[in-house]
Nanobody, 123 residues
Framework: EVQLQASGGGLVQAGESLRLSCAASGFTFDDYAVAWFRQAPGKEREGVSCISNSDGSTYYADSVKGRFLISSDDAKNTVYLQMSSLNSEDTAVYYC????????????????WGQGTQVTVSS
C-alpha cells in the first residue's frame, strides 16, 4: 500500500524559511515522481514543485522559482521542500503526491496523496 506522510508545516513570519517533508512507503521510491501541491483558501490546488526520482529532474512553478528547493533522500524515501523568503501568498495547505509516471502540474496525474500540512505566513 502506497503511503505518503507530509509534515513540517507551521506558522512563520514573512521572509523566513520552512522545510516540508514527504515520507513515502509501499513503493519503489526510485521509480516514482513526487510533487508538492498547495491549496490556499478559496483557490484551486496548484502544483508547486516536482522531482523525478528516476533521473533527478526538478520542476518549479514560476511563483516559487528561486525561493523553493525540492530534493530527495533515497535512503530515507523522503522528499523535501525547502521554502525560503516566504510571503503571505505562500499560505496554504501543502500536499505531496506520487506517480509512477513523469512529473506533471495536473493533480489528476497523481494516484497517491499525503494528508496535507498547513503553512501559514504572517506579514
Amino acid at each position: 500500500e502506497v503511503q505518503l506522510q507530509a509534515s513540517g508545516g507551521g506558522l512563520v513570519q514573512a521572509g523566513e524559511s520552512l522545510r516540508l517533508s514527504c515520507a513515502a512507503s509501499g513503493f519503489t521510491f526510485d521509480d516514482y515522481a513526487v510533487a508538492w501541491f498547495r491549496q490556499a483558501p478559496g483557490k484551486e490546488r496548484e502544483g508547486v514543485s516536482c522531482i523525478s526520482n528516476s533521473d533527478g529532474s526538478t520542476y518549479y512553478a514560476d511563483s516559487v522559482k528561486g525561493r523553493f528547493l525540492i530534493s530527495s533522500d533515497d535512503a530515507k524515501n523522503t522528499v523535501y521542500l525547502q521554502m525560503s523568503s516566504l510571503n503571505s501568498e505562500d499560505t496554504a495547505v501543502y500536499y505531496c503526491a506520487a506517480t509512477i509516471y513523469w512529473c506533471s502540474w495536473s493533480e489528476h496525474h497523481y494516484n497517491d496523496w499525503g494528508q496535507g500540512t498547513q503553512v501559514t505566513v504572517s506579514s
